[in-house]
DNA sequence: AGCACGATTGCCT
DNA sequence: GGCAATCGTGCTT
């Protein structure tokens, strides 16, 4: 049987297409040997220092963007509004900071670990809650246990990586639009730097 | 040492 | 639709 881990190549490539490509690929965590994975239906691309909306932007190198400076294929994860984590991936390489941001995932696997750790109960859930557990970057985290612990973290591991999408997945059409929440970023705002598969429920927003 | 703010979310009217 | 929660981070004093 074939690995289908996504390998440190596909990480080392232009950020608009590992943001494109990851689409439909299946974002794994595993905690104690149980599984929670889903597949990446939202991504939006980060591309420091010239992208306003980039926490490198200007070549902003501090503690919390180190890791966006170093190579490509390792996780970068950070805290937002003082409650929420949000999930990134490393690209292109070393000395260029850029990332991916995951925004939404369709959960694959482990949805009774993802709704214990977003409503604190498994069971039943009604159909709001089922799109709630996974349809935001601060959400995807708190589903499948992403903390800025895991910052750092190689996605070529173990514990938290990329897998190939499966052959049930089915093709699907990508949608290019423009980010979500930077209106301070200026021109960059309207980059066309996010991307989700069309009419596929888990995206955020239309 | 102080402070303004955020690549979000959930609850309120 | 509006808005509060909550705190690490980065920048200023």
């Known amino acids: 049987l074939k690995t289908l881990k996504l390998p440190r190549t596909f990480y080392s490539r232009d950020t608009l297409t590992v943001a494109r490509e990851l689409l439909g690929k299946h974002l794994v965590h595993v905690i104690n040997g149980v599984v929670r994975e889903g597949k990446i239906v ?104 992403i903390t800025r612990a895991h910052n750092g973290f190689d996605l070529c591991g173990d514990a938290l990586f990329i897998t190939e999408s499966e052959a049930s997945d089915g093709p699907f059409e990508v949608v290019e639009t423009t980010r979500i929440n930077i209106d301070y970023a200026e021109e960059a705002a309207l980059y066309p730097w996010r991307f989700y598969i069309k009419d596929n429920p888990f995206v955020s927003r239309k």
Do not use: W
């Open 42 to 145: 939202e991504t939006e691309a980060y591309i420091g220092p010239e992208d306003k909306g980039a926490h490198s932007y200007g070549g902003r190198r501090t503690p919390r963007t180190e890791i966006m400076y170093g190579p490509p294929g390792y996780a970068y994860v950070y805290l937002i509004y003082g409650m929420y984590n949000c999930f990134n991936v490393v690209t292109n390489e070393a000395e260029k900071p850029e990332a991916v941001l995951v925004r939404a995932i369709e959960p694959v696997q482990g949805t009774e670990s993802m709704s214990e750790a977003r409503f604190g109960r498994i069971g039943t859930l009604t159909a709001r809650e089922k799109i709630s557990l996974t349809n935001g970057p601060g959400k995807l985290c708190q589903a499948l246990g």
